[in-house]
């Protein structure tokens, strides 16, 4: 099955990044959020260019849903690449406190530079960047204890930047979700498609849903836990092995669903999001 083209629309993703580009001028440090189940796929192009000698806190959100192996997998191979992952979990808190901790200490200097000018200190700016949906909303939430900001699945849905006081210490930027005008990859794509990390885009459900379960079979020939032929027959009561991703969703559709594919894969897809099929990364580290 060859893989799902995935289509977005240019017009308010290109909106949305003037707006953040503009506000990036004023901002200290910024918090790079990242989907722990694709921390590569999940990075926008742009965002070295963007960020230019600013501090960043690389935060890689639900963490809740990829497994201990993958965690340290992840936290080793970014530590080779120079940089500290924080891992979160933005529905539960989990990790939080961590990140404002390391946004203080990482704009420290900036306050070090207005006391050698005999100028006042001030809060720390921090702007929280990354895809829709990656979870940014429940995280600045998480950081004040109350649900200020509303969160929703597609690019820009932030309806205006604006500051949020976390603390004395500390000013949050809320960011609209970013995705690059285009993807190179569209590997990386139906990631954040099946990872519902892409926002308001086009794709085909079907397709995305077999291609899921392909991706699958070839994870479990890697090095990830060979855990989802037993989990994937539990739950459907089909073989994995025995059948393409395609070959899967028809299967289950006709023995669960009355031949309805569109549905099977769409329960496939809200399975895996939600973590009811375990806790499942979509990528490995990069092998060197």
Not at 119 to 147: C, D, E, T, Y
Not at 250 to 261: E, G, I, L, Y
């Amino acid at each position: 099955m060859s893989t799902p083209e995935i289509q977005w629309y240019p017009g308010h993703i290109a909106k949305a990044e003037k707006a953040l580009v503009d506000q990036l001028s004023r901002v200290d440090v910024v918090l790079e959020v990242r989907d722990a189940r694709i921390p590569v796929s999940t990075r926008h192009p742009k965002v070295n260019d963007w960020v230019g000698e600013k501090p960043r806190v690389l935060v890689l959100n639900r963490v809740d849903m990829i497994s201990t192996e993958a965690r340290t997998a992840w936290e080793t191979w970014f530590r080779q690449q120079g940089e500290v992952p924080y891992f979160t979990d933005g529905q539960q808190g989990k990790g939080v406190k961590a990140i404002a901790k390391a946004a203080q200490s990482a704009g420290e200097a900036v306050n070090q530079r207005r006391q050698a000018r005999g100028m006042k200190p001030r809060p720390i700016r921090a702007v929280v960047i990354g895809f829709p949906n990656v979870g940014k909303s429940a995280l600045i939430n998480r950081l004040l204890n109350r649900k200020v900001v509303a969160s929703a699945r597609k690019a820009g849905v932030t309806r205006q930047l604006r500051w949020i006081r976390l603390s004395g210490d500390l000013d949050l930027l809320d960011a609209p979700g970013v995705i690059p005008a285009r993807l190179d990859s569209q590997t990386a794509a139906v990631k954040l498609a099946i990872c519902d990390d892409i926002g308001e885009a086009s794709y085909d459900t079907q397709r995305t849903a077999a291609a899921f379960l392909d991706l699958l079979k070839g994870l479990q020939q890697a090095n990830a836990p060979d855990q989802y032929q037993e989990i994937l027959q539990a739950r459907y009561g089909v073989p994995l092995d025995d059948y393409t991703g395609e070959g899967f969703v028809a299967q289950v559709a006709a023995q669960k669903f009355q031949d309805n594919t569109e549905r099977t894969a769409k329960r496939i897809l809200n399975d895996f999001r939600t973590g009811l099929l375990g806790q499942w990364v979509l990528e490995w580290p990069p092998a060197e």
